[in-house]
Nanobody, 124 residues
Framework: QVQLLESGGGLVQAGGSLRLSCTAS????????MAWFRQAPAKEREFVAA????????NYADSVKGRFTISRDNAKNTVYLQMNSLKPEDTAVYLC?????????????????WGQGTQVTVSS
């Protein structure tokens, strides 16, 4: 089992920045990839960014490319999401996810463990 704990959400004005953190505990050696998803009210959960544990390879949703950066700190078992130039449409609960097998990057079904989420609200 892998436990994931997110932090760093909050309220920010449009154009501002936030950095989210996700700390993993438990059987973290079994992790192949970690990712951030987000879910706005009455909307489907959507992929934001992912980072492969072995070689740091990253993937981003088109909507956040150039504004968000995913990174990790192995020593702390922590993944970060630096969010710049935030827009009101980025408002959502942001969830951290861990994938053991590497079968799917963009689908929620490809991830085995999930955190509880952290709220990000961007005001206009």
């Amino acid at each position: 089992q892998v436990q994931l704990l997110e932090s760093g959400g909050g309220l920010v004005q449009a154009g501002g920045s936030l950095r989210l953190s996700c700390t993993a505990s438990g059987r973290t050696f079994s992790t192949y990839r970690m990712a951030w998803f987000r879910q706005a009210p009455a909307k489907e959960r959507e992929f934001v960014a992912a980072i492969r544990w072995t070689d740091y390879y990253t993937n981003y949703a088109d909507s956040v490319k150039g504004r968000f950066t995913i990174s990790r700190d192995n020593a702390k078992n922590t993944v970060y999401l630096q969010m710049n130039s935030l827009k009101p449409e980025d408002t959502a609960v942001y969830l951290c996810a861990a994938d053991k097998l590497g079968l799917s990057i963009y689908s929620t079904s490809g991830y085995d463990y999930w955190g509880q989420g952290t709220q990000v609200t961007v005001s206009s």
